[in-house]
């Protein structure tokens, strides 16, 4: 749920960095008035350098962000609408005015007027990036509905959760809750779906600093639930606003009864795993079986691929002990699951891993 902090961080360093020699003209800054007699909120970051100079606006009536680009030199003052400058949906032709701002709106054989006064004063980092306020962006976030359904699996109930952000934003987030009580149920439950289901809130508005929506795309999927283990299956697709969108898939592997979630790797021997990376026999071994699926003459680019992982981390299914590849963007194509059998992988297991994947066997058949 978390993997999309580091796309967060870069993002705002790399915006932070590339305006820190630049100062806010008179028109950046968060404002609210019409564009004819539709009530809008509209960003500007608008600066003496021209490099991160864009904005965006969203009518009170949908809120659905629409993006806004600054003209440079001849056409300073104009801003386009939408993704690309050279088709624009629509032309802004606006100006300071005293301390508001006046001009027309021009798009689909219309013209419209503009008028818009300062909503607030910026103050902090929300000077630098007016688009990412919380002033601009609040206003569009309300409770997101949340569909709940019954559901089995393995003989045990839980809920499926569905929640719907609004028609304002672009979000597909399912989950999933625990039935029952205790410390362990409320410590999962509260992980499979933080700030009770609105963390797709911090990915948009870090993606709104860019003047653009962003979209977040996770799923948490139950793939193996027992009184004392529970095995999550963990997708992202999101697009936070940074470098790239993210693209992950992970297994993490829970016991319901304490919360506790499982470290795998502290089941192998001495010399089987090192910060993260599979060495010997073993390496050898999930190598052998990766590469014997991906057999394809078109595979050869991700069977070198997973050679060289940033690293490795460890879940289970109901027929081994399964290992997954964490690769960079642009491999995440080549990422799947290596299933090594209960047998193979006995003699790379230690004492303790030996003890709690005969108890995981003894509870899952």
């Given amino acids: 749920m978390l993997k999309f902090m580091t796309t967060l961080a870069l993002g705002a360093l790399l915006a932070t960095a590339a305006r820190a020699d630049d100062t806010p003209l008179p028109m950046n800054g968060v404002w609210t008035g019409t564009v004819g007699t539709f009530p809008v909120n509209v960003c500007l970051q608008l600066q003496s350098g021209d490099s991160y100079n864009f904005g ?19 056409n300073a003052g104009k801003w386009t609408e939408g993704d690309d400058p050279d088709k624009p949906d629509a032309i802004w032709s606006i100006a300071m005015k005293g301390d508001d701002i006046a001009g027309s709106w021009a798009g689909n054989g219309k013209t419209l007027d503009v008028n818009l006064h300062r909503l607030a004063k910026l103050t902090g980092d929300d ?12 206003p569009r976030v309300s409770d997101p509905k949340i569909k709940e359904t019954p ?47 609105k963390d797709y809130v911090e990915c948009l508005q870090q993606a709104a600093t860019m003047g653009r929506d962003g979209d977040y795309e996770v799923t948490n999927t ?44 502290k089941w192998l021997v001495p010399g089987a795993i090192k910060d993260g990376m599979l060495q010997g026999k073993l390496n050898k071994l999930v190598q052998a079986k990766y590469a014997k699926g991906r057999s394809g003459d078109d595979d050869k680019e991700c069977v070198d691929a997973v050679k060289s992982p940033d690293g490795w981390s460890i879940s289970l299914s109901k027929q081994g002990v399964v290992f997954l590849p ?23 297991l230690n004492a303790e891993g030996k003890k709690q994947l005969a108890d995981f066997r003894s509870e899952v058949k």
């Fill in 56 to 74: 965006g606006y969203y009518y009170l009536s949908h809120l659905k962000l629409i993006s806004l680009q600054a003209g440079e030199k001849e």
């Fill in 127 to 138: 000077v630098d990036s007016p688009c990412g306020s919380g002033v601009f962006f609040n």
């Fill in 151 to 197: 559901s089995t699996l393995d003989g045990q109930a839980y809920t499926k959760i569905e929640v719907d952000a609004g028609k304002q934003f672009d979000v597909s987030y399912e989950t999933f809750q625990l039935k029952g009580s205790g410390e362990g149920v409320a410590k999962i439950n509260k992980l499979l779906m933080p700030s009770g289901g």
């Fill in 222 to 265: 139950p793939k193996i639930l027992t009184p004392h283990w529970l095995v999550v299956e963990e997708s992202d697709g999101s697009s936070c606003g940074g470098a790239h969108p993210v693209n992950s898939s992970d297994e993490t592997v829970y016991n319901p009864a304490t919360g506790e979630t499982l470290d795998l790797t």
């Fill in 326 to 348: 964490a690769l960079p963007y642009v491999a995440v194509a080549c990422a799947d699951p290596v299933e090594v059998g209960f047998n193979d992988v006995a003699p790379f």
